[in-house]
């Protein structure tokens, strides 16, 4: 296959979460196995390795051009554009959607439908010999037009009629609603605004140019539902995520009943890029180490972390770290208040928390730094400690209230760190309970529950009482003994692609939706 990847991050060029690492890493191991890979993605910055094509195109009324890099056997291709390069050049990647966090850049809308145009265009003008028999593989709401623009566009002039677009989730909670636009300021008919047309329940969103419009509240443009509509297959980083998006409307996030009504939506977990996060390779670490030699490992790991972090150096101690952004989605404010709790019930238990975000977490975490000598919480991002926690501690603690999949706890059973993770997401299918992990229950999305807070103190405190026996010993072994890298989930992509472009008796409900249409009733058609 001629395999396209549209995106706006590609690690390790842009990123700020896990959809960076996906198309920075996937497309490397679907090369691998035999097939013509290209990522687009935008040219935030001047990156080295990437050449001036020369190719300019219009699109949708910007001079665009596009920069190539060869690398790891994939064609990465830069759209480059002032609203991309000067807006946030020398910014850090928090910085790609908007100054600072749930508030985006007013221009959005025209940053990345010019993108998605653009990316359409590359496969044909750019002489790198993939044409228009393609697999497109568009990504999260900013690469939702993708799949529009190709049914709407495209195909009506005559133009990609055997390519075929996956459209992939990769957090439903980010949807690109914005109040309504002209059809044709994306290019495309106005006929298209139906699949656009969505009822936000909670009527709320941020918008620099018009923060409040009367008699419009709730009617929105949502790109992402245009995308599930035309789509030829959709996906999501995980089985369970799968299922808990499409089953109910809160962590469907009110999108549920459009991903039934086109024909559901497929989990493939996701693998890590073994190269940055190898204990056997680790350029941070005093003393290396493998599956076969975990055990001493970890144990020069656990007293390099004490160390660098000021924790007592106590080899018996039962360390427990966490490594994140500081915020409600990953549980911080749970985890919070559950320390002090483990602590006092694990009395040689040490604790270490690393990460930034909300200014009020950030300022609780510096208060728990100076509660105990057994707790440690550091307020900065520092890579080289990271990766001490990932291999130094013995347990990490995972608490989200959602997490579409989750890298981090792939990223401590490679190390041989036994993970406790909430029972959502993509930690139910990475972390097996009584095997390579511990499950503490689901959190609950609204709010801090003292159950929640109970159950990650009392699953914590169980995992402590495993440290030092057999039990923990096995488990530590079961994590670095797996294959956690792209291999076996790029075989299940390339399986799911392929039956997209080549099997002729594959076909995906079409939703039949009006102005008026209430999306609870969505209508569906059967169309092969």
């Known amino acids: 296959m001629k395999i396209v990847f549209v995106s706006t991050e590609v ?15 996937l497309p490397v191991e679907l090369a691998k196995r035999g097939h013509k890979v290209m990522t687009i993605a935008p040219r935030y910055d001047q990156y080295k ?33 002032p609203l991309f390069l000067a807006k946030v050049w020398g910014k850090t990647g928090s910085k790609l959607y908007g100054k600072t966090n749930g508030a985006d850049y007013a221009d959005n809308q025209e940053r990345f439908a010019m993108f998605c145009q653009a990316a359409l265009q590359a496969p044909m003008v750019l002489p790198f010999g993939y044409g228009e028999d393609v697999c497109f593989v568009a990504n999260d709401w900013h690469s939702g037009l993708v799949p529009v623009m190709i049914k ?32 044709g300021d994306y290019g495309l008919p106005e006929s298209a605004s139906n699949d656009f047309f969505f009822e936000d329940a909670q009527g709320k969103m941020y918008d620099e140019r018009n923060p409040k419009k009367d008699g419009q509240k709730f ?15 959709n996906i999501t980083v995980s089985m369970n995520y799968a299922k808990e998006i499409s089953g109910s409307a809160s ?13 559901g939506i497929e989990g493939i977990v996701n693998g890590m890029d073994p190269t940055e996060w190898n204990p056997a390779t680790d350029k941070f670490l005093d003393i290396t180490y493998d599956k076969n030699t975990v055990v001493m490992g ?28 500081l915020e409600e989605q990953k549980g911080c404010d749970i985890m919070m208040e559950a320390v002090p709790k483990l602590l006092k019930q694990c009395p040689n238990a040490q604790v270490v928390i690393l990460g930034t975000g909300k200014k009020s977490m950030e300022k609780t ?28 501690a013995d347990f990490l603690m995972v608490p989200s209230r959602f997490e579409p999949c989750g890298l981090i706890q792939l990223h401590a059973m490679q190390y041989g760190t036994v993970p406790i993770v909430a029972s959502t997401g993509g930690l139910v299918d990475t972390v097996k309970e009584g095997v390579t992990g511990f499950h503490m229950g689901a959190m609950d999305p609204d709010g801090l529950k003292p159950d929640d807070v109970e159950a990650m103190v009392d699953t914590c ?30 075989a299940k992509w390339e399986a799911v692609l392929e039956e997209m472009m080549y099997n002729s008796g594959y076909g995906k409900k079409q939703m039949v939706v009006t102005p008026k249409e209430d999306l609870e009733g969505a209508k569906t058609t059967a169309a092969r």
Not at 157 to 170: D, E, I, W
Not at 310 to 325: E, H, N, Q
Not at 462 to 469: I, K, N
Request: net charge positive; aromatic share 10%; charged share 20%.
């Open 11 to 25: 690690a390790p060029w842009s990123k700020t979460g896990g959809l960076g690492d996906v198309v920075g890493s």
């Open 49 to 81: 390795g990437a050449w001036d094509t020369s190719v300019r195109v219009d699109a949708l009324g910007h001079n665009v051009g596009y920069f190539h890099e060869h690398k790891k056997g994939v064609d990465r291709v830069f759209v480059d554009h």
């Open 152 to 183: 709407k566009v495209f195909q009506p002039q005559g133009k990609y009629l055997n390519a075929r677009c996956a459209f992939t989730v990769h957090n439903i909670a980010f949807q690109g609603r914005f109040w309504p636009a002209k059809m």
């Open 219 to 233: 009617r929105k443009d949502n790109w992402m539902k245009a995308a599930f509509i035309n789509s030829d297959r």
């Open 251 to 263: 962590k469907g996030v009110e999108l549920n009943t459009i991903i039934n009504a086109t024909g």
């Open 298 to 325: 970890k144990a020069a790991a656990k007293q390099a972390l004490q160390a660098e972090v000021g924790l007592p150096l106590d080899p018996s101690a039962p360390v427990f770290g966490y490594i994140g952004r």
């Open 365 to 392: 975490l510096e208060k728990l730094d100076k509660m105990s000598p057994r707790m440690a919480g550091v307020v900065r991002f520092s890579n080289p400690i990271a990766h001490f926690i990932t291999a130094g």
């Open 461 to 490: 405190a169980a995992a402590a009482a495993t440290y030092g026996t057999p039990t923990y010993n096995k488990m530590s072994s079961t994590c670095i003994g797996q294959d956690l890298s792209w291999r076996k989930p790029a």
